[in-house]
């Protein structure tokens, strides 16, 4: 289907570009110049067109109305080729694989008898696939041309600087990654240059970009995006005075903010996003001398239409920053972007000022107080962003005058009060809203029609009312749906699948949505969440298209069979499956192998009972299997070897029996999270559980096992060192929620918190034998649990080296000697047990062991504080202080991590997934590239 669709879109674009060219070549009649003819022909000759776009490049004494040639319309001379790429998406930096059709593109070689084409003044073969050739030298020879385009056509190397011998161009394009720059003396060549375009050309070796005397005196456009450039010269040599567009976004520059940028007073254009810059706005025309270094103004920019701060480090009110614009009358300003910075203060109502503002971005500030009134006069904005700010009071109801707004976003501000059907009444255009975040209330009549028609709605945690808003149903073109915790108490009605249909992400989770569902139906690739309600009956039947299902903490009950047996021959797209706390009975039925695709499973906290089946051999790409708290039984099928993806394992609190620890310790190589807690394994330890080395949490307590703990735990690297970064990666979100026990009580962990866990538990066991020295080595754990086991001889003196331990128990064994002095070093640790051993000696002084309650060292024979017990004067030698710090408690925090939750973000995998392999996912950028993967699924779904 999409393939069709695919090629649909394909040959119309081929017949629109056909359309155009075709009306675009009106000199059909004047014969061509024969050398000319054969040295297009030569030309095309040498250059790789798969698509055949050249077709039309035959017969004798034409060329002239050939595909992209335009000729002199009175000699006939070939003037002009225009021969990009015609389905190219120029705003579309990324590259999407196999999502779009690329087999438009010309390549191989550029052969010089371009050079006969003595009156050619236009080139463009830009978004074409020349596959890393370097672009030719003799280009430079072209001398008549006045535009050359070879921008994102895959170029490769040096641009060669024979390019400054073309002293009539007017527009230079060189955009591409690939394309490099020693130095730019070349460029002064380019007297007439008035638009220069090399964004993304790697210029890091390249100090003089702007310091070439004489260079580039007719500029009036500057393109240099992404050039990897960290310097920018206080003063440039270059004559900026006719600059009108000047977008240096996306380098990052080591050198202070140049005031002269914002001097030049001719600029319509300026972008600085991402430069990461610093500097403060103030609103005063000041003379220069009492500015202070970082002082910054923008009141000399008169002719400003197009402004983008974003992402750096700028502070100062912001309305100050309106200020300093409305010096030369607010009319011009059509956009604005001052996201991602410290701004701070109100936003004044001259605001309303603007008339002509279509994109006003002030997301991620620090901007407080009320939403101005006079946001309604801005009857042309059609993006209006000012999420993460600190706004509060109400939604002023003059927003509804905004008749072109399309997206809306004003989530995570302190926004109270009720909003109404007349916020809404001329929004005709809307199409994303996003507004969760703010404690607001939405109260529409019941019979209410919109006037929009909207793609992406999120109004998590606000006010719904206890009905099924029934406006929705209205809705035809809702691509994502998000109302988690809105306090619908309600069924879900009978007409919902009529919009659900075309959802690629629905979260109705956190509410008291309640009833059966018989189905759910959803689109393409989709994620659905509905869990934490309080939906009953058995287990939906759900379409093959849904990608991630969240039905987790309801009441579901009944079996799995239909669930998983029922329709094998349809194909199923399920990746992440999620039931866990509700009340499932029966087996896992053994009709996992039509389930392939699936990485996460959890089904824990029901009822269930029997075997793992072998199917689950067939899940190889099975990343997280979360079984934790019921009461399956038998031994662990061997086809588990199969699953070799796995990175988390929980059978935690089931009736599991054998010893599966050795082929766990052979094929599971990558695993990160191995909990088989309260079973009933038997056996020793083995060894080869070692080459987990990956392995960051194991908890092995409440079973039968025995042996002593093999030495080479130390192969454990992951519990050797400890994360010095939080920032997640793609494999990260394969990961789901685990149970972990520390400090004697069990809790569930997010992602977030488990990249930075380690901990250890083989308590409740029959382990004997001393603790291996080689233990400590294990500094990254957190915590450590060995209590209730037969262990014996000395702690390891070294056990101070653990320096991360937050949580240590070693009670209920029979550990003799003293406490190492080293343990006084343990600055971290909150919750200590070494009661009920064989310890003697004097408990050493920190003000951490003293501060522990007495029941922590009882059953011993040890002395000194906190036991009453004194040691006597010709006891030990009090250790020496230790000095006293302490950091953030890791796992105390581990609801800040939980919170910080990204939601569905796992529907996205299936179209993403190799885009968003190993991208770091940094707090400062999560919610960009949120909006971008967003903005990205627009796309694809517009597309399909
Ligand atoms: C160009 O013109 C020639 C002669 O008039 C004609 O035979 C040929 O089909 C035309 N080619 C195109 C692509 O229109
Ligand atoms: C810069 O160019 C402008 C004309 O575009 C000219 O008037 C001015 O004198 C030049 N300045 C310098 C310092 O050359
Ligand atoms: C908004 O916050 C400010 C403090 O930043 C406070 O003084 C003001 O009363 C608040 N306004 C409303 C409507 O809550
Ligand atoms: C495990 O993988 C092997 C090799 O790919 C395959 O032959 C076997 O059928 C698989 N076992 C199960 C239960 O899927
Ligand atoms: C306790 O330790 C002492 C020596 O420190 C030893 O004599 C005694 O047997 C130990 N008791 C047990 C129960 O291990």
């Known amino acids: 289907m999409r393939a069709v669709l695919l090629l649909f879109r394909f040959l119309s674009t081929m017949v629109a570009i056909t359309i155009s060219i075709g009306l675009c070549n009106g000199n059909l009649g004047v014969p061509c110049k024969e050398s000319e003819r054969q040295a297009l022909l030569l030309f095309q000759k040498d250059l790789k067109d798969p698509s055949n776009r050249l077709s039309s490049w035959v017969g004798e004494g034409v060329c002239c109305n050939w595909t992209g040639v335009v000729c002199d319309d009175l000699t006939g001379h070939v003037r002009e080729l225009h021969l990009k790429k015609p389905d190219s998406q120029q705003d579309l930096h990324l590259s999407y694989g196999d999502f779009y059709v690329t087999s438009t593109w010309l390549g191989g070689k550029i052969n010089p008898s371009l050079l006969s084409l003595k009156y050619l003044n236009y080139l463009d073969l830009s978004y074409n696939n020349f ?111 006719s600059l009108a567009i000047l977008d240096l976004s996306e380098n990052t520059f080591d050198s202070l903010m140049p005031r002269w940028v914002f001097s030049l007073r001719n600029l319509v254009s300026l972008s600085l996003k991402g430069c990461g810059f610093q500097g403060s706005f103030s609103s005063h025309p000041q003379n220069n001398s009492s500015l202070k270094e970082l002082d910054l103004s923008l009141h000399n920019l008169c002719e400003l239409m197009d402004l983008d701060l974003s992402f750096n480090n700028f502070n100062g009110n912001v309305s100050e920053i309106f200020n300093s614009l409305s010096v030369c009358g607010p009319d011009k300003l059509k956009s604005l972007s001052l996201g991602s910075n410290n701004f701070s203060g109100h936003l004044a109502e001259h605001v309303g000022n603007f008339k002509n503002l279509s994109h006003l971005d002030l997301s991620a500030n620090s901007i407080s107080g009320p939403i101005p009134v006079s946001l309604g006069n801005l009857s042309v904005l059609i993006e209006l962003l000012i999420y993460d700010n600190q706004f509060n009071g109400t939604l002023p109801e003059s927003i509804s005058q905004l008749k072109m707004l399309t997206v809306l976003d004003i989530s995570y501000n302190s926004l109270e009060g009720v909003v109404s059907e007349v916020h809404f009444t001329y929004l005709t255009k809307l199409k994303d809203f996003v507004g969760k975040g703010n404690s607001l209330a939405l109260n529409t009549s019941r019979g209410w029609l919109p006037p929009f028609q909207l793609n992406r709605l999120w109004l998590d945690y606000w006010h719904l009312g206890h009905k099924f808003p029934m406006w929705l149903q209205t809705q035809k073109q809702l691509k994502l749906l998000s109302l988690p915790n809105t306090g619908i108490s309600d069924t879900i009605p009978a007409w919902f699948p009529n919009i659900s249909s075309q959802l690629v992400a629905l979260n109705l989770s956190h509410n008291q949505l309640h009833g059966e569902i018989k189905n759910i139906v959803a689109g393409f690739q989709s994620a659905i969440d509905l869990s934490s309600n309080q939906f009953n009956g058995s287990l939906p039947f759900v379409s093959p298209s849904v990608s991630a299902l969240d039905l987790s903490n309801s009441s579901f009950s009944g079996s799995l069979f239909h669930f998983f047996c029922d329709r094998m021959d349809e194909p199923k ?63 662990l099928p061997l086809s588990m070897q199969n699953c070799t993806d796995l990175l988390v394992v929980d059978l935690g609190e089931n009736m599991f029996v054998g010893s599966p620890l050795t082929w766990i310790g052979k094929s599971l190589s990558i695993l990160k999270v191995l909990n088989i807690r309260s079973n009933n394994l038997q056996g020793d330890i083995p060894h080869e559980l070692c080459y987990l080395k990956s392995l960051q949490i194991l908890d092995l307590a409440q079973n039968n096992l025995s042996g002593t703990i093999p030495r080479c735990f130390h192969n454990f690297s992951a519990m050797a060192t400890f994360p010095n970064s939080s920032i997640l990666t793609f494999a990260d979100y394969l990961m789901d929620n685990v149970i972990l026990f520390t400090k004697g009580r069990g809790a569930e962990y997010g992602r977030k918190l488990l990249k930075l866990v380690k901990s250890m538990d083989l308590s409740d066991n029959m382990i004997y034998g001393e603790i291996p020295e080689e233990l400590t080595s294990l500094v990254g754990l957190q915590s450590l649990n060995l209590s209730k086991n037969l262990l014996a001889g000395r702690i390891p003196s070294n056990i101070g080296d653990m320096k991360w331990l937050e949580s240590m128990d070693f009670s209920m064994n029979q550990f003799s000697g003293e406490i190492p002095p080293s343990t006084a070093s343990l600055t971290f640790l909150s919750h200590l047990n070494l009661s009920y051993n064989n310890l003697t000696g004097q408990i050493p002084k920190s003000t951490q062991l003293q501060s522990f309650d007495e029941s922590c060292f009882i059953g011993n024979e040890l002395c000194g504080a906190p036991l009453d017990k004194n040691c006597s004067a010709n006891g030990v030698i009090p250790p020496p202080a230790v000095e006293q710090h302490r950091g953030y408690h890791l796992l105390e925090d581990g609801w800040f991590y939980l919170s910080l939750g990204l939601g569905f973000m796992f529907g996205f995998w299936g179209v993403l997934g190799s885009f968003m392999l190993n991208m770091p996912w940094s707090i400062a950028f999560s919610r960009f590239l949120n909006s971008m993967v967003v903005k990205l699924y627009g796309v694809i779904v517009d597309y399909i």
């Open 131 to 241: 596959q890393g050739t370097q672009i030719p030298c003799f280009l430079g020879s072209l001398k008549s041309l006045r535009y050359l385009n070879l921008s994102e056509a895959s170029f490769e190397g040096i641009i060669p600087p024979q390019l400054g011998n073309l002293s009539n161009l007017q527009y230079l394009g060189l955009r591409g990654y690939k394309l490099k720059v020693e130095n730019l003396q070349w460029v002064s060549g380019l007297s007439h240059l008035k638009k220069l375009d090399m964004s993304r050309a790697n210029l890091s070796k390249a100090s003089d970009w702007l310091q070439v005397p004489n260079m580039l005196p007719s500029l009036v456009e500057l393109h240099m995006a992404g050039c990897q450039l960290d310097h920018i010269p206080p003063l440039p040599l270059i004559n900026f005075t």
């Open 573 to 635: 797209n399920l990746s992440s499956l999620r039931l866990g706390d509700n009340l499932l009975t029966g087996d896992i039925p053994n009709c996992l192998m039509n389930w392939k695709r699936l990485v996460m499973l959890n089904l824990k906290s029901n009822n269930l009972s029997g075997n793992i089946p072998s199917s689950i051999g067939y899940l190889k790409r099975l990343s997280s299997l979360q079984l934790h708290n019921n009461q399956l039984s038998g031994e």
